[in-house]
């Protein structure tokens, strides 16, 4: 199985910071890779797909980038809609998430 | 629109199997590369995958449940059925339906919270 491993797991920001999550493959994925935000008691929606590609109607604030086995999701001037967790998720060999990073307010 | 909807029972005993229901709209399983697969989510806790079925009717199953999954799929009533036998209470979690593009897991149902308890 691929292992993802997130971090940080916590992340105590500010409206206006720019954020950065990594997310790492125990082995290449090539960029066979998404990012999905979750809200409390809410289903995850898909932000980013193939690594870096942005799903129709997300902010242009969220980008992803990374190839192989080291990944990273930067959300660019955060926005108070923007608290949540997030989740990576590798897709090369069947399917498995990262324990997933909470942007909480500092 | 696509749209996606989780039903099925909101309590199960301990060893009971457990049927849920995805009932989708908006999108058809015979296009090629599109799957429907089925998440879980204990209370607190990470993701997982459980199983996936696709246009071709190929399925993926998470290796460490696999012998306890079975997934299916009825095209004419755009509806997808995940099976899982000797349910645990370490089994309560949401569930949700998502629609497969590619990989990524492109839309999602609202979730339906199950809970194994005698």
């Known amino acids: 199985d691929i292992q993802m491993t997130q971090s940080p797991s916590t992340l105590s920001a500010s409206v206006g910071d720019r954020v950065t999550i990594t997310c790492r493959a125990s082995?290449?994925?090539?960029?066979?890779l998404a990012w999905y935000q979750q809200k409390p008691g809410k289903a995850p929606k898909l932000l980013i797909y193939r690594a870096s590609s942005l799903k129709s109607g997300v902010p242009s604030r969220f980008s992803g980038s990374g190839s192989g086995a080291e990944f990273t999701l930067t959300i660019n001037s955060l926005q108070p809609d923007d608290f949540a967790t997030y989740y990576c998720q590798q897709y090369n060999s069947y399917s498995t998430f990262g324990q997933g990073t909470k942007v909480d307010i500092k | 629109q696509i749209t996606l909807k989780e039903s099925g029972p909101t309590l199960v005993k301990p060893t009971q199997t457990l049927t849920l229901t995805c009932t989708f709209s908006?999108?058809?399983?015979?296009?090629?590369?599109?799957?429907v697969g089925w998440i879980r989510q204990p209370p607190g806790k990470a993701l997982e995958c459980l199983a996936l079925?696709?246009?071709?009717?190929?399925?993926l199953y998470s290796p460490s449940l696999k012998h306890r999954l079975t997934i299916t799929q009825d095209t004419s009533k755009n509806q997808v059925v995940l099976t899982m036998t000797n349910m645990d209470p370490v089994d309560t979690a949401t569930y949700y339906c998502?629609?497969?593009?590619?990989?990524?897991?492109?839309?999602w149902g609202q979730g339906t919270l199950v809970s194994v308890s005698s």
């Open positions: 082995q290449s994925i090539n960029n066979w």
């Open positions: 998502v629609i497969v593009d590619s990989g990524w897991y492109a839309f």
């Open positions: 908006g999108v058809s399983l015979r296009t090629s590369e599109v799957g």
């Open positions: 079925i696709y246009w071709d009717d190929d399925k």
